[in-house]
């Protein structure tokens, strides 16, 4: 088997003592044990090291040694931790055991592992129920759950896990399959995903991980789809902006991280919601349209949580974009009926979104399209039976972006406050991001109006660890970044600082979880906007200017990049 690095290792009794402490200790240096040596009496400090003996020579070695010769390695941080491994040349087993008992000499049985070509033959107990050989075999159902092993002893575990780890298998209904590692005596954390042909490259979940599994993403959106969901509130969604929604700081940093990366800028609306919640008097050229009969508000469904309901024939939605491509995202359920789709005014495909079982995100997709503008119109079958109605989440739309490139979804929503995302709320989310696949990054820029309205703050926490559990819980392992942005005019830099203390907290909790405070970089909003405080970056008290978006942006992509 390869080479595996081991380092910075972390433990405690009886499962492992720390390398780390050996770097600088003095080693061995005699050719071998002496004769007679009784292995249990090598537990303290003075022993740490590497020792080579022949197995004849000592006692108390593990039983079924070869003849060749074997190496003792010590590891003893203190008085009252010892853990022994022999590696056995003859044979390429390794025995492990630790000191139950240093003053009595006494010792835990040893365990034994060994290789046989691809396969790990596990003599001892490590656990409950142990994996072995090839980590990348355990990709069907049977293989769920939960199984312990011993990282350098398996092929293809990350390359810098070491030690005892669990390994949790998780498939969902589609087949998906993810590996979720964790490093026992660290808590380090590394996740992958297998497509049903290869797996993914294993991802560095730990805290102090930082960006890096999105910069290893974003390194490769020449070859795939790096997606980012935006989770915020009016300024996310585009309130208030005179020069039409793609002056928004996620349509800026979309064209900024796709120039990182090589790439064209992509569809300008990655996901058009079925209804935004603004007047489009105030961001006027909104890529929707909706009317006659219908609802929406509410619900539990989609990004941005802004589906809508066509409730009879009179009620319609027109998508405009200009792309190559579609994807009307909608909601089956037992009161759903025949949705009619039709492309640039032709002929409408009937799809029947009736169903027994709710089932959001659900996608019908238009096929390839010639690059220019589009539109998508969405009504109710006249086939539907009586009081059956539509469930439209929005569309998804590329421009050539179809297999690579950036794309920032839009899930913002005006008026959204932290503590509004239910339980509900987020698990739906996360079953669309699952669902969208490829997803990379989360950003979550909501504080404004939390702060506004004064929620409260224990809410406030549990709503934010929702959100990242809601996700995690589906098998995402992607970065979740926590945004505080600028202080609005009616309200204090300390009753917004008290959110950020909670997102900062969250952050320092939850592995592959950050925080940014942007607070400190964009000046607060002073209640004259025209005066040179506000440097011409907000439009009222609460909102960006088309200037303030792209400063935003400029600030958020400094703190992914560094």
């Given at each position: 088997?390869?080479?595996?690095?081991?380092a910075?290792?972390?433990g405690?009794?009886?499962?492992?003592?720390s390398?780390?402490?050996?770097a600088?200790?003095?080693?061995?240096?005699?050719?071998?044990?002496?004769v007679?040596?009784?292995?249990?009496?090598?537990?303290?400090?003075?022993?740490?090291?590497?020792?080579?003996?022949?197995?004849?020579?000592?006692?108390n070695?593990?039983?079924g040694?070869?003849?060749?010769?074997a190496?003792?390695?010590?590891?003893?941080p203190?008085?009252f931790?010892?853990v022994?491994?022999?590696?056995?040349?003859?044979?390429?087993?390794?025995?492990?055991?630790?000191v139950?008992?240093?003053?009595?000499?006494?010792?835990?049985?040893w365990?034994s592992?060994?290789?046989n070509?691809?396969?790990?033959?596990?003599?001892?107990v490590i656990g409950h129920?142990s994996?072995f050989?090839?980590?990348?075999?355990?990709?069907?159902?049977?293989?769920?759950?939960?199984w312990?092993?011993?990282?350098?002893?398996n092929?293809?575990?990350?390359?810098?896990?070491?030690?005892?780890?669990?390994?949790?298998?998780?498939?969902?209904?589609?087949?998906?399959?993810?590996?979720e590692?964790?490093?026992?005596?660290?808590g380090?954390?590394?996740?992958?995903?297998?497509?049903?042909?290869?797996?993914?490259?294993w991802?560095?979940?730990?805290a102090n991980?930082g960006?890096t599994?999105?910069?290893?993403?974003?390194?490769?959106?020449k070859?795939?789809?790096?997606?980012?969901v935006?989770?915020?509130d009016s300024?996310?969604e585009?309130?208030?902006?005179d020069?039409?929604?793609?002056?928004?700081?996620?349509?800026?940093l979309?064209?900024?991280?796709n120039?990182?990366?090589g790439?064209?800028e992509?569809?300008?609306?990655?996901?058009?919601p079925?209804?935004?919640?603004?007047?489009?008097?105030?961001?006027?050229?909104?890529?929707?349209?909706?009317?006659g009969?219908?609802i929406?508000?509410?619900?539990e469904w989609?990004?941005?949580?802004?589906?809508?309901?066509?409730?009879d024939?009179?009620?319609?939605?027109?998508?405009?974009?200009?792309?190559?491509?579609?994807?009307v995202?909608?909601?089956?359920?037992?009161?759903?009926g025949?949705?009619?789709?039709?492309?640039?005014?032709?002929?409408?495909?009937?799809?029947?979104?009736?169903?027994a079982?709710?089932?959001p995100?659900r996608?019908?997709?238009?096929?390839a399209?010639?690059y220019?503008?589009?539109t998508?119109?969405?009504?109710?079958?006249?086939g539907s039976?009586?009081?059956q109605?539509?469930f439209?989440?929005?569309?998804?739309?590329?421009?050539?972006?179809e297999?690579?490139?950036?794309?920032?979804?839009?899930?913002?929503y005006s008026?959204?406050?932290?503590?509004?995302?239910?339980?509900?709320?987020?698990?739906?989310?996360?079953?669309?991001?699952?669902q969208?696949?490829?997803?990379?990054?989360?950003?979550?820029?909501?504080a404004t109006?939390?702060?506004?309205?004064n929620?409260?703050l224990d809410e406030y926490?549990a709503?934010?660890?929702?959100?990242v559990?809601a996700i995690?819980?589906?098998?995402q392992?992607m970065?979740i970044?926590?945004?505080?942005?600028?202080?609005?005019?009616d309200?204090?830099?300390?009753?917004?600082?008290?959110?950020?203390?909670?997102?900062?907290?969250?952050?320092?909790?939850?592995?592959?979880?950050?925080?940014?405070?942007?607070s400190?970089?964009?000046?607060?909003?002073?209640?004259?906007q025209?005066?040179?405080?506000?440097?011409g970056?907000?439009s009222?008290?609460?909102?960006?200017?088309?200037q303030?978006h792209?400063?935003?942006?400029?600030?958020?992509?400094?703190?992914?990049?560094?």
């Amino acid at each position: 088997m390869a080479w595996v690095t081991i380092a910075n290792l972390k433990g405690v009794p009886g499962d492992a003592a720390s390398l780390a402490e050996l770097a600088n200790r003095p080693k061995s240096t005699v050719p071998n044990l002496a004769v007679g040596t009784n292995l249990n009496t090598m537990h303290q400090q003075s022993h740490v090291g590497w020792w080579p003996f022949f197995a004849a020579d000592v006692t108390n070695e593990p039983a079924g040694m070869g003849s060749a010769a074997a190496m003792l390695e010590v590891i003893a941080p203190n008085q009252f931790t010892a853990v022994q491994r022999v590696h056995d040349r003859n044979s390429r087993t390794t025995y492990e055991r630790s000191v139950i008992d240093p003053n009595a000499n006494t010792w835990s049985p040893w365990q034994s592992f060994a290789m046989n070509g691809d396969t790990l033959i596990v003599r001892g107990v490590i656990g409950h129920v142990s994996a072995f050989g090839n980590l990348d075999s355990y990709k069907t159902t049977e293989d769920m759950g939960f199984w312990t092993l011993w990282a350098p002893y398996n092929y293809n575990t990350p390359k810098d896990a070491r030690g005892r780890c669990t390994l949790r298998v998780l498939v969902d209904p589609g087949g998906f399959v993810t590996h979720e590692l964790t490093e026992r005596e660290s808590g380090r954390k590394w996740s992958r995903g297998y497509n049903g042909t290869t797996w993914d490259p294993w991802v560095d979940l730990s805290a102090n991980a930082g960006y890096t599994p999105f910069k290893k993403a974003l390194s490769l959106a020449k070859t795939r789809n790096v997606n980012i969901v935006a989770i915020g509130d009016s300024n996310t969604e585009g309130y208030h902006i005179d020069a039409g929604l793609n002056e928004r700081w996620i349509n800026k940093l979309q064209p900024a991280l796709n120039r990182v990366a090589g790439n064209a800028e992509g569809a300008t609306y990655p996901f058009i919601p079925a209804k935004y919640n603004m007047d489009g008097v105030i961001t006027p050229n909104l890529p929707v349209t909706i009317t006659g009969n219908f609802i929406s508000g509410g619900y539990e469904w989609g990004y941005g949580w802004r589906a809508a309901t066509l409730r009879d024939g009179t009620a319609k939605a027109v998508f405009t974009f200009t792309g190559t491509k579609a994807s009307v995202m909608y909601v089956e359920g037992s009161s759903a009926g025949i949705m009619d789709v039709s492309i640039d005014g032709g002929a409408a495909t009937a799809v029947n979104t009736n169903k027994a079982t709710v089932n959001p995100a659900r996608r019908w997709d238009t096929g390839a399209l010639a690059y220019g503008e589009h539109t998508i119109t969405v009504t109710l079958n006249a086939g539907s039976a009586p009081g059956q109605v539509i469930f439209l989440e929005g569309i998804l739309t590329w421009a050539n972006d179809e297999t690579r490139g950036v794309r920032i979804i839009d899930a913002g929503y005006s008026g959204q406050q932290m503590v509004g995302i239910t339980s509900a709320k987020a698990a739906s989310l996360s079953l669309t991001i699952a669902q969208t696949g490829d997803v990379d990054l989360v950003l979550v820029n909501l504080a404004t109006n939390d702060t506004r309205h004064n929620s409260d703050l224990d809410e406030y926490r549990a709503a934010a660890e929702g959100i990242v559990n809601a996700i995690r819980a589906r098998g995402q392992f992607m970065p979740i970044v926590f945004i505080l942005p600028f202080i609005g005019a009616d309200h204090t830099r300390g009753e917004m600082g008290r959110r950020g203390l909670i997102l900062g907290n969250t952050a320092s909790n939850m592995a592959g979880v950050q925080f940014v405070d942007l607070s400190l970089s964009m000046p607060k909003i002073p209640a004259d906007q025209t005066t040179p405080e506000a440097q011409g970056l907000y439009s009222d008290d609460l909102h960006m200017s088309a200037q303030g978006h792209t400063i935003f942006a400029g600030h958020v992509l400094r703190a992914l990049l560094g």
